[in-house]
């Protein structure tokens, strides 16, 4: 595993709302404790790769593997194992932005947390890295978006334990499916048999994950691709169905107006009405002309 482990001789970018002094990523350690009993005038973030001993609520703790603590200004840091090399990353950082994202996003500080995917660290830390290195003046914007997406990542991951159940890869995979595949021809058993599952199952469980039925997630895409392809009156309103996934015109304009409660022609008023007060059609231009080509 490539070691990186940098300290900067001012904190980057100089006098900026977010600072970083170092950053470590994948340093391995000798067996050894590591005893600052003062901390640091910054705030140091640390990932555990390994299980690692470490000071918390006054007394000395065994965390496992994967574990991460946010050690705020003049801290005790007290970690490290006496029994054999063990591997960290971490950042040390300082500035007004850091202390406002870590109010908003509410993160326990001072204290050991789990983080189950450590990738989302290790990304972070490297993109920071080259903007400060690759650079001959780094993006403060850049720094900062990196930091609070990397911030607000490990938030979502401290689920509460009334938090819902995160959602299976195969219905993301099958609600992906529905997102850019909805104009072609579907059924629910198509769907069942992406998802590896009988149909009543799978309806319950999607409607258990996105809190609505598959069909009706379906038909909430392509009536809402509907209404944006209504704004091209190059289209007729038989051709913004056909886009929409539905060959049968009667079919798609009840379903249109039972979500909307007006029709699509009525709908497509409504859109191109603002345009007409500031911009003239020319003379006998028909206002729905299929597109050919």
Request: charged share 25%; proline share 9%; glycine share 4%.
């Amino acid at each position: 595993m490539h070691i990186l482990r940098q300290f900067f001789t001012a904190p980057l970018p100089a006098k900026s709302a977010f600072r970083i002094r170092g950053i470590g990523l994948h340093e391995r350690m000798r067996p050894c404790l590591v005893d600052r009993r003062t901390g640091t005038p910054d705030y140091l973030f640390m990932c555990f790769h390994d299980a690692v001993r470490v000071w918390e609520k006054d007394a000395l703790h065994t965390v496992p593997p994967s574990s991460l603590i946010i050690w705020e200004p003049g801290k005790r840091h007290f970690y490290g194992n006496t029994e054999q090399v063990w591997d960290h990353s971490w950042i040390h950082c300082e500035g007004p932005f850091l202390a406002r994202a870590l109010r908003t996003v509410r993160l326990p500080r001072n204290r050991v947390l789990p983080i189950p995917d450590p990738l989302i660290l290790e990304k972070a830390l490297a993109e920071l890295h080259a903007e400060l290195t690759l650079h001959r003046r780094p993006d403060p914007a850049i720094l900062q978006n990196t930091f609070e997406i990397f911030l607000r990542s490990l938030a979502r991951c401290q689920r509460a334990p009334d938090a819902p159940a995160p959602v299976p890869a195969r219905f993301l995979a099958v609600k992906a499916w529905i997102d850019f595949h909805y104009d072609r021809p579907v059924t629910l058993a198509a769907l069942a048999q992406q998802a590896h599952l009988s149909v009543p199952h799978f309806c319950n469980e999607f409607k258990r994950y996105f809190g609505v039925p598959a069909i009706d997630y379906l038909i909430r895409i392509r009536l809402q691709a509907a209404v944006h392809h209504l704004g091209d009156c190059n289209r007729s309103i038989t051709e913004v169905a056909r886009l929409a996934g539905y060959e049968n015109l009667f079919h798609f304009s009840r379903l249109f107006k039972q979500r909307f409660g007006v029709s699509p022609r009525a709908m497509r008023a409504r859109i191109v009405r603002p345009q007409s007060l500031t911009r003239r059609e020319p003379t006998g231009a028909p206002m729905e002309k299929t597109r050919s080509g």
